[in-house]
């Protein structure tokens, strides 16, 4: 059926903004009508719509937000939703009613507040969880006429957006941001966008990294699984494979196709999708006591996907078309380097990921099984990569390419593997006794020297659960022999975790007071 052009400006909100052919039929257009999602139908020009009312109020504040447009370089945002909440044109977000509750992640929130809240994402940046190009994406979010991103991911960097505006945030706002990024989110395969794949791998990693940092640690990990699922049903851990399913088998299971890259920049967003969930996914289930859900170690889950690069080597340096890759992660652990692929300083947080991964495990296993000769010889193949993984990084410098909270991660996850590898035998082994907390005095090291300048809005989450090793670490040292020195070492990590107050890390800190209290009951005497 085919109807006849709209005047410029009278299509229906949903049309406009989807870039479909509206009939501009009342109440409900048929494209709205005939959808499965967007249920609403508004005209800009009704007079009585809730956005268009929502426009009206504060229309005073759209200059304001040039100002945040030209803020390129800035840490931080001349207009805050701080700022918009006490200019008294009450822009607030309101919880829905019980009747649109289904829809409200399938509305876009005031255009002022929406700017807003993506520059506070983007400016202070959640580096170690955005794998997006971060240009392709700042365009697409604010410029009215680009293809905007998915209702999921647009909701859930809402989410962080409010988040990372810690004197603005209110449990009110967040509690409506969270309930819309994950309406969305769970229905984001069902949207109509030709990047929703890619986009919802984005959004369910934002979502696991929101509900870790909270301390919400079984929704964290639904996220997370959920993302792992996606990569591999897409076949994200196949780009640029040298070994094309001949077969046929693995195709069954690419049930969410990502599409096709367009260029270099594409190509490089799902290399780097891939490798951001397994880096969530190995930490976290580790944490959890359980294998990752990327099984990469069998035939079927088998990465060959390339390590993952900073964004701009990808155009920089890009890859030959006929460049192929296999058996990723297992010649890294067997200690092959490809050194005629191009190496990236952002290969190396999957790599302290896995060696953290596979460190605890082998552990774990020869403590409980002490003459398993495999076991011994994982442990040995291990604890000669870690050395070197450790030699080959460069401590954390700010005149690097990759971001500085980048660096500080992976500095930290790699001492942690070293820790966690020899923790089991510390009781028996004077050399992995020494080793640990060599390690332990090494994250200490970093926190003093680099830690003043993480954001203290967020820092990754992981980080919470790093320091509570060391300072195990250190409480272990303390009953033993170096009671003075460890208790020192002990000290400085509790006052890094109490300037970084977020759930989680407020309780691993509470965890940790208590575990200490025996050990260095001089810290909480009465003074």
Not at 210 to 215: D, E, K, P, Q
Not at 287 to 315: C, F, K, L, N
Not at 349 to 365: M, N, S, V
Not at 375 to 387: P, Y
Request: aromatic share 10%; glycine share 4%.
């Amino acid at each position: 059926m085919s109807f006849l052009p709209l005047a410029r400006g009278s299509a229906c909100t949903n049309c406009r903004r989807r870039k479909i052919r509206c009939d501009g039929k009342k109440p409900k257009c048929s494209p709205c009508l005939n959808s499965d999602v967007f249920s609403d139908c508004e005209y800009k020009n009704s007079g009585a719509s809730e956005v268009q009312s929502l426009e009206n109020r504060i229309s005073v504040l759209e200059a304001r937000i040039h100002e945040l447009e030209s803020e390129e370089t800035s840490t931080t945002p001349k207009v805050t939703v701080h700022d918009l909440q006490r200019t008294g044109s009450e822009v607030y977000l309101q919880a829905p009613s019980s009747d649109q509750v289904s829809q409200s992640g399938f509305q876009d929130i005031p255009p002022v507040l929406s700017q807003t809240l993506l520059h506070n994402f983007m400016l202070k940046s959640c580096s170690l969880c955005f794998f997006l190009d971060r240009e392709r994406f700042k365009h697409s979010g604010l410029n009215a006429e680009a293809e905007r991103p998915t209702f999921a991911l647009l909701n859930t960097t809402y989410l962080w957006g409010i988040l990372l505006s810690s004197s603005a945030n209110t449990p009110e706002q967040e509690a409506i941001l969270v309930s819309r990024a994950l309406q969305s989110s769970a229905h984001a395969l069902w949207e109509n966008h030709p990047q929703k794949v890619l986009q919802c791998i984005q959004s369910e990693v934002l979502l696991a990294n929101y509900f870790y940092c909270a301390g919400r640690i079984f929704e964290g990990k639904y996220h997370n699984t959920a993302a792992a699922s996606l990569v591999l049903s897409s076949g994200a851990h196949k780009i640029r494979t040298s070994s094309p399913d001949a077969s046929g088998y693995l195709a069954t299971f690419n049930v969410n196709t990502l599409s096709e890259p367009s260029d270099a920049i594409e190509e490089g967003e799902r290399i780097n999708a891939f490798w951001a969930v397994l880096i969530l996914d190995a930490f976290w289930n580790t944490v959890h006591g359980v294998p990752s859900s990327i099984p990469y170690t069998t035939p079927m889950a088998r990465v060959d996907t390339p390590w993952p690069r900073i964004m701009e080597e990808y155009t920089r340096a890009p890859y030959d078309p006929q460049f192929r890759s296999s058996r990723t992660i297992e010649r890294f652990l067997s200690g092959v380097f490809d050194y005629g692929i191009p190496d990236s300083p952002k290969a190396n947080f999957p790599r302290a990921a896995i060696l953290f991964e596979r460190a605890t495990f082998t552990g774990i296993q020869l403590l409980g099984n002490p003459h398993s000769e495999q076991s011994h010889a994982s442990f040995s193949s291990l604890d000669i990569l870690i050395q070197r993984f450790l030699i080959s990084i460069l401590p954390p410098d700010p005149a690097l390419e990759a971001p500085l909270d980048y660096q500080f991660c992976v500095y930290s996850l790699a001492h942690a593997a070293d820790i966690q590898l020899h923790l089991p035998f510390v009781s028996q082994n004077d050399i992995s006794r020494t080793r640990i907390f060599t390690a332990a005095k090494a994250i200490v090291n970093l926190i003093d020297t680099w830690g003043h300048v993480l954001e203290k809005e967020y820092i990754n989450p992981m980080l919470a659960i790093i320091w509570t090793i060391a300072c195990k670490v250190f409480l272990d040292e303390g009953i033993r022999m170096q009671y003075f020195e460890a208790r020192t070492l002990f000290e400085r990590v509790m006052a890094a975790m109490e300037r970084h107050p977020f759930p989680l890390m407020k309780h691993q800190l509470a965890q940790v007071k208590e575990a200490s209290a025996s050990c260095f009951p001089a810290l909480y005497a009465p003074y």
